[in-house]
Each structure stands twice: as structure tokens, then as C-alpha cells.
């Protein structure tokens, strides 16, 4: 059996809500490292003096150009399983897509820094958006990633509510 194959088979035992939990899953977990090292570089430089000035620049570019991608691929996978999935699917899908807006807000907002300003703001506001996105991220996983929520079967039983 080719590998093309035992990955069809797979994606035929988990079905596509299991394979875009499980891609969403590993994005998370390399959003999470990356932000984790974006914090601990940006926030060694809090201390008395200000964290190098490109560095902290090419960090934060990289985040953006990271994080949308993310956000893109979690709209092309995630959304059309919620929006179809009555009644509360469309509810959720259109709270993800305000946190993602949101979310994307806040990333041009930072990129936008200006450059005669103070890198050490720009690094403590690069540690408040991480630390918002991570947050995000475990909501996320805790709402949307779930077989209740993100599922093959579109039998409606018992759904949980929208939280938010």
C-alpha cells in the first residue's frame, strides 16, 4: 500500500472533521511554540534596556505571516463544517469569524508600530497579544475542535451551546 493510499484509508476511518481537527490540533502546537519563543525573546528585552529593534521587527512580521495563514486555513476547513451543521453551526461559525477578525486587527495593528517608537512598548504589547492569542487558541480548542462541535455525522443531538 502506497503512502497516498494509507493516507485516503486514514482519511476514510477519521472522516474530514478528523483530519481538520487533527491539522488545526498541529497548527495550534506550533503557533503555541512559536509564540512561546516570540515571548521569551521579546520579553528579555523588558527588563532595563530595549530588545533589539530589527529582531523584534522580523519577529512580529513573521507572526502575522504565520498566524493569518492559520487563520486562513481554519476558515477554508472549519467553516463550511460549521455553517452546514444546524442549528448552532452558524452561530459558532460567525463568532470565529469575529475573533478572527479581531485577531487580525490586533496583528496589523502591531506591524503598524511605527519605527521611532519605543521597542520596548512594542515588545510589551507583542507579549499582550501573544499571551490573547494563546488564550484564544485553548478557547478555540475547547469550543470549535470537538467531536460535539467539528463532526462528520450532521445528526443533530443535544448540541452544546454557542459560548463564547
Request: hydrophobic content about 45%; overall charge negative.
Amino acid at each position: 500500500m502506497s503512502a497516498d493510499e494509507i493516507r485516503r484509508d486514514e482519511a476514510d476511518k477519521k472522516g474530514v472533521a478528523g483530519i481538520t481537527r487533527q491539522i488545526v490540533f498541529a497548527q495550534h502546537r506550533m503557533l503555541r511554540r512559536f509564540l512561546m519563543m516570540g515571548m521569551a525573546h521579546a520579553c528579555g528585552g523588558l527588563a532595563d534596556q530595549e530588545p533589539p529593534h530589527e529582531p523584534l521587527r522580523r519577529l512580529i512580521a513573521d507572526l502575522q505571516t504565520v498566524f493569518l495563514q492559520h487563520l486562513a486555513d481554519e476558515e477554508a476547513l472549519i467553516l463550511p463544517l460549521l455553517t452546514d451543521d444546524l442549528p448552532l453551526g452558524p452561530v459558532r461559525a460567525e463568532a470565529l469569524c469575529e475573533e478572527h477578525a479581531r485577531q487580525r486587527a490586533e496583528l496589523e495593528a502591531l506591524c503598524a508600530w511605527p519605527d521611532d517608537s519605543s521597542d520596548q512598548e512594542l515588545a510589551a504589547r507583542f507579549g499582550q497579544l501573544a499571551g490573547a492569542l494563546l488564550e484564544d487558541i485553548a478557547r478555540e480548542e475547547r469550543q470549535f475542535l470537538i467531536p460535539d462541535v467539528i463532526r462528520d455525522d450532521r445528526t443533530v443531538i443535544a448540541q452544546r451551546g454557542a459560548e463564547r
